[in-house]
């Protein structure tokens, strides 16, 4: 019955993955057993108004995989999956910026091992700054939802006016074993975007965000970045304007399922430009001493290390980058290729 298979496709869409396929199996014989017996009861198969009473008898898909969640207190089973993945999502993104900024931090003062063990020992208190408010956040959208679930109904936890035959149609299984994207998931997803772009915003008037302590020591240092980079920053805020914007649309015109490979490939392109803005300036100057003719002889031996440091890996980026282009290139044409020989056939 179709009917059946779109319920389960929703039901397990907010079940744990690592325990999908044996819960649905077991839930489908399940189902399955009881539309045999009442079949067989009434001598001929439901129709569709009658297998939708029995569905809605059953309960909405959410309730039914809440059965099979782990308890949870603070975050119900319907944001639980997407509080988890922006929890995991926030703490990589910030533990790479915490990583660049006690970088940049040691660079700018006198290396030692006392400044590497400090920053290390400030990793937990980052990491748990950043769960506790990530937590804070779902909690309290869990709170209004629950308390108010006719001002949010997007966020109730079940809506009792729900119907069956408003289930999305059944989709083609993953190829190569992949979980398929979930709209939660996509929705997770452009608000990391979003955040990585209201943080990328904040950068030229408040440093703190990406350096922390070390704005103090970038200030009294004699380095300072040439004009390029600010070229290539904005470039970088217009692409990842363009990546929200991508998913945006997609979630609005219902293809978060679709796979991102074009997305990949286009980011990849658009990643060139800021790399051949940084990888054309001359004589690989990215750093210059703010006092040229006062500090050359003290820190032009330590400004020629550290330019040349940065070019080789702006040229290891590029070469990952134009990888990337080449490979998803390929996947596409191999793609093509299939369905068009699929399709001779």
């Known amino acids: 019955m179709d009917l059946l298979d779109r319920y389960l496709q929703a039901v397990k869409k907010h079940l744990p993955w690592q325990r999908q396929d044996d819960i649905i199996a077991e839930l489908r014989a399940n189902l399955e057993a009881q539309l045999e017996d009442k079949e067989a009861g009434l001598g001929r198969p439901l129709t569709t108004g009658e297998a939708e009473d029995w569905l809605r008898q059953i309960g909405p898909p959410r309730q039914v995989a809440a059965r099979y969640q782990p308890q949870q207190y603070l ?7 997407t509080y988890w993945f922006v929890l995991r999502t ?10 660049v900024g006690v970088a940049v931090q040691i660079a700018v003062r006198t290396p030692s091992w006392a400044a590497v063990l400090e920053g290390v020992l400030r990793v937990p208190e980052v990491l748990l700054t950043t769960a506790a408010s990530v937590t804070l956040i779902f909690a309290v ?8 679930p006719g001002r949010w109904p997007a966020l109730a936890a079940f809506p009792g006016d729900w119907t069956p035959s ?3 149609p059944a989709e083609k299984e993953a190829v190569r074993g992949e979980k398929p994207r979930s709209r939660a998931h996509a929705i997770a997803a452009v608000i990391m975007i979003f955040l990585c772009l209201v943080w990328l915003l904040l950068l030229p008037h408040h440093p703190y965000v990406l350096l922390g302590p070390g704005v103090a020591y970038l200030s009294a240092s004699p380095f300072q970045g040439a ?7 904005w470039c970088v805020v217009a692409i990842t304007l363009f990546q929200l914007i991508w998913r945006c649309i997609a979630i609005y015109r219902g293809r978060w399922q679709q796979q991102l490979s074009a997305e990949r490939m286009a980011i990849a392109a658009l990643g060139l430009i800021p790399l051949g803005l940084l990888l054309s300036i001359g004589d690989h ?8 003719a006062l500090d050359q002889l003290r820190y032009g ?13 702006l040229l290891l ?9 080449l490979w998803g290139l390929g996947r596409m044409s191999l793609d093509c290729y299939r369905k068009h020989a699929a399709a001779m056939r």
């Open 141 to 148: 959208i869990e709170y209004m939802s629950t308390r108010y």
């Open 301 to 313: 031996g330590a400004l020629d290390s550290i330019n040349k440091s940065i070019h080789l890996s």
């Open 166 to 168: 408003a289930l999305p």
């Open 75 to 81: 975050i119900g089973p319907v944001l639980f999956p």
């Open 285 to 292: 100057a990215y750093i210059t001493l703010r006092h040229p």
């Open 227 to 233: 004009p390029v980079w600010w070229q290539a920053y």
């Open 90 to 99: 926030a703490v990589f993104w910030v533990t790479i910026a915490y990583a």
């Open 317 to 325: 980026l590029c070469a990952i980058n134009v990888l990337q282009l």
